[in-house]
C-alpha cells in the first residue's frame, strides 16, 4: 500500500523538492548567503510535506487497503471511504459504464439464447417432414409426390423463417425501403401458397385496389405476408372456410387486413402472441408451432414503422392488421422531386432554345 501511494505521489513530491530548490536558488542569486537559514527552511517545508503526505495517507489507507485486496463480490467497488471528489466522480462514470456493460451483456445473451433456442426447436420439428419422406421412400408403391412436395414446404418455410431470424440481427443491412403495389404483393404470396390453400381446402379472397401501394421492404413485407396467410390456414381446421385479405389506402396511410374464419386465439393468449416461443393453446392442438412466426413479424414491423395489430376472438377466427404511415407524404416527396428535375430540365431547355446558346444535354427525370 505504502509503495503505491508514493508511486502515486510520486510527481508531487518532486515538484516540491524542486520548488524548494528554486526558493534556495533566488535566495542565492540574491546575496543571501545563510546557510542555516537556508536548512532551517529546508527541513521545516520538508516537514510540511511529510505531515501532509502522512495525513493524506492515514486517510487513505482503507481505501488502499480495499483496492489491493481480491474483490469478493461487484459491492466492494462501492467503497466510499478516503477518495477524492475526483475519485468519487469517477467511480460514478465507471458504474455507469458498468450498467452498460451489463445491458449490452445481456442483450447479447438474450440473443445467443434465443438463437440457441430456436435452433434446437426447429431442427427437433423438421425431423418430422424428413422421418415422413422417408418412410414414403421406403413403401414399395409409386411415391407419393403430393405427399413428398408437402414435406418439402415443410422443410422450406421452416428453413426461410430460420434465415429470417439470423437475418434479424442485421436488419438494418438487409433493408430497402421502396414503392411496392400492395396488391401484387399479395397475390404473389398466395400464389407461392396455394398448394397449402388447396391441400387445407381454405380459398382466399383478396380485396384489394391496383393502385394501392406503400412504402416498405418488399422481401421482408412478403414474409410477414406468408406468416399471416400460413397462420390463417394452418389453424383453420374446417374445410370451406376462407381467408379474406383486405386493404384500404386514405389520407397518409394504409392499411392491410388479413382476416380468417378459423378457430381463433384465446383472451388469454392473444397479449402473448407476438413473444418469442410462445405457442398458447393453438400451438399444442397443432404440434407444429415454434412460437416465432409473429414474433418475427412484430419485430420486423416495428423496425420498418409499421404498426401490427391482432384481433379475435375464440371460434370465430382471427384478424391480422398490418398499418403503413406517411404514405402521402412520402409520396409527395417523390412527386417534389420529380416535379424539381422536370422545372430543372425546362430552364435548360429555355437556355438551350436560346439565340447563340450551345446544344444542353437534359437530365432524366427519374431518380
Not at 533566488?26 to 502522512?54: C, E, K, M, P, Q
Not at 406517411?326 to 431547355?349: H, P
Amino acid at each position: 500500500m505504502l509503495r503505491l501511494f508514493l508511486k502515486e505521489h510520486a510527481a508531487f513530491i518532486v515538484f516540491q523538492l524542486l520548488l524548494v530548490a528554486f526558493i534556495m536558488l533566488l535566495y542565492w542569486l540574491d546575496g543571501f548567503r545563510n546557510v542555516d537559514t537556508a536548512i532551517y527552511s529546508f527541513v521545516i517545508s520538508t516537514l510540511l510535506v511529510g505531515t501532509f503526505l502522512a495525513a493524506r495517507f492515514a486517510k487513505r489507507y482503507r481505501y488502499y487497503q480495499k483496492i489491493t485486496a481480491k474483490p469478493a463480490n461487484m459491492e466492494h467497488m462501492l467503497q466510499r471511504e478516503g477518495r477524492s471528489p475526483e475519485q468519487i466522480q469517477n467511480d460514478l462514470y465507471m458504474q455507469q459504464l458498468y450498467k452498460l456493460y451489463q445491458y449490452e451483456v445481456q442483450a447479447l445473451y438474450a440473443t445467443q439464447n434465443r438463437h440457441l433456442q430456436f435452433m434446437n426447436q426447429w431442427v427437433h420439428q423438421m425431423k418430422t417432414p424428413l422421418s415422413v419422406m422417408q418412410l414414403l421412400l421406403q413403401q414399395e408403391q409409386e411415391l407419393d409426390k403430393a405427399s413428398v412436395r408437402e414435406e418439402v414446404e415443410r422443410l422450406k418455410a421452416g428453413l426461410d423463417t430460420v434465415l429470417m431470424n439470423a437475418r434479424l440481427d442485421t436488419f438494418e443491412q438487409d433493408m430497402q425501403i421502396e414503392k411496392v403495389s400492395l396488391r401484387s404483393m399479395v397475390s404473389e404470396m398466395v400464389t407461392e401458397n396455394k398448394r397449402l390453400f388447396i391441400s387445407k381446402r381454405v380459398y382466399p379472397e383478396i380485396d384489394v385496389d391496383d393502385k394501392c401501394s406503400v412504402f416498405t421492404d418488399q422481401k421482408w413485407m412478403k414474409f410477414i405476408i406468408g406468416q399471416f396467410l400460413t397462420n390463417a390456414v394452418k389453424y383453420t381446421f374446417e374445410p370451406n372456410k376462407k381467408v379474406y385479405i383486405s386493404a384500404s389506402c386514405e389520407d397518409d396511410q394504409a392499411l392491410l387486413t388479413i382476416r380468417d374464419e378459423g378457430i381463433g386465439i384465446p383472451s388469454s393468449d392473444l397479449g402473448r402472441v407476438t413473444k418469442a416461443f410462445f405457442t398458447g393453446e393453438n400451438g399444442r392442438k397443432t404440434g407444429e408451432s415454434t412460437g416465432m412466426g409473429l414474433y418475427l413479424a412484430n419485430e420486423v414491423c416495428g423496425k420498418l414503422g409499421h404498426k401490427l395489430a391482432i384481433a379475435s376472438e375464440k371460434g370465430k377466427g382471427t384478424t391480422v392488421s398490418v398499418t403503413f404511415y406517411n404514405q402521402e407524404a412520402e409520396l409527395q416527396e417523390e412527386n417534389d422531386d420529380v416535379s424539381e428535375n422536370r422545372r430543372s430540365d425546362e430552364s435548360l431547355r429555355r437556355e438551350s432554345d436560346a439565340p447563340g446558346a450551345e446544344p444542353v444535354k437534359l437530365r432524366s427525370g427519374k431518380r
